[in-house]
């Protein structure tokens, strides 16, 4: 899970983020789920370039491998 929140003036501008990701890790222990949590402490802007960037890396990675996969028989 990533959370995304607003930078705090300081030298911590993540701590209230990181802070929520710490309570929901805790939560998640105590079921014994597994959980993964990562703070982003950006604004909106930023953020959504951020993810913009990683989902048209992701899409240009499977549709290579989606293409290479075709061609080589569809495994």
């Known amino acids: ?16 983020v990181e802070e929520k990701g710490r ?16 703070a982003m402490a950006q604004n909106f ?6 993810f913009t960037t990683l989902f048209d890396m992701l899409e240009a990675n499977v549709a290579r491998e989606m293409a290479s ?3 080589e028989g569809g495994r």
């Open 1 to 16: 899970m990533t959370g995304i929140d607003l930078p705090n003036p300081g030298f911590r501008p993540a701590e209230r």
């Open 69 to 71: 996969g075709f061609s």
């Open 45 to 50: 802007r930023e953020a959504l370039f951020h």
């Open 23 to 38: 309570r929901l890790s805790n939560y998640a222990n105590t079921f014994k789920v597994p959980f993964e949590f990562n």
